[in-house]
């Protein structure tokens, strides 16, 4: 257990519609990161946050938005969803000067 | 563009014996290298990590080589265990001080009893 913790753990829904998914870091970590992992891709770098701010970007799309929060957790707001969103999104956590991240156990979504 | 490289899908050893798992980069900038091992529905959990400035880093059955010249990585894991039987992702970190994991594509490593 790597102290992450994600919810749901599975989300079925269709093309077009909004989801959230939540993340809860490792006590103490201030970063969280999200990633997506899909069949063709590979595990991909969404966003980062640090302490309510964020902190660096990657492959994200504009339909999807990340937040974290004053208690630290932090949610992606994926919308006008479509097939291709179908993959595991993974959160992970790390604390102040490490480059180590801890993964959750992911959340995976399917578009239907 | 792919800047962390796993060329080999799979790997099938036999219990007892030796794995090595490689793993090629293609940036320089890259600052520190880390070895994750992942079980299916499962999250990606931390196994080793090395920094730059280091070309070996031990733990216990695992060991992580690292040449910068050649810019690859390999993990040895000695004896191998059923148990070890996951997909093993190599993934970089630190290019231009970004904390964000850069991924390769994984290998499955198979450990036969």
């Known amino acids: 257990d790597s102290g992450v913790t994600q919810t749901p753990k599975h989300l079925i829904t269709a093309t077009g519609q909004r989801v959230t998914l939540r993340c809860s870091p490792r006590?103490?970590?201030?970063?969280v990161y999200w990633y997506q992992q899909s069949l063709d891709q590979g595990l991909q770098f969404l966003i980062q946050?640090?302490?309510?701010?964020?902190?660096a970007k990657g492959n994200i799309l504009e339909r999807f938005s990340a937040q974290q929060f004053p208690d630290l957790h932090s949610e992606l707001n994926l919308s006008s969803l479509e097939l291709g969103d179908s993959a595991l999104y993974f959160c992970?956590?790390?604390?102040?000067?490490?480059?180590?991240?801890?993964f959750g156990p992911g959340t995976r979504l399917l578009v239907l | 563009d792919q800047q962390v490289k796993q060329n080999s899908p799979s790997l099938s050893v036999q219990e007892g014996r030796i794995s090595i798992l490689n793993c090629d980069y293609t940036n320089s900038m890259f600052d520190y290298f880390l070895w994750y091992k992942k079980y299916p529905a499962e999250g990606p959990t931390f196994l080793i990590s090395?920094?730059?400035?280091?070309d070996k880093n031990e733990d216990g059955r695992f060991t992580v080589f690292l040449n910068k010249s050649a810019k690859h990585l390999s993990l040895h894991i000695v004896p191998s265990q059923p148990g070890d039987s996951a997909v093993y992702f190599c993934a970089a970190s630190g290019q231009g001080g970004s904390e964000k994991l850069v991924f390769g594509k994984g290998t499955k490593l198979t450990v036969n009893p």
């Open positions: 090395i920094s730059s400035i280091k």
């Open positions: 946050y640090y302490n309510g701010e964020e902190r």
């Open positions: 992970a956590s790390s604390e102040v000067g490490s480059w180590t991240q801890y």
């Open positions: 006590s103490g970590d201030l970063s």
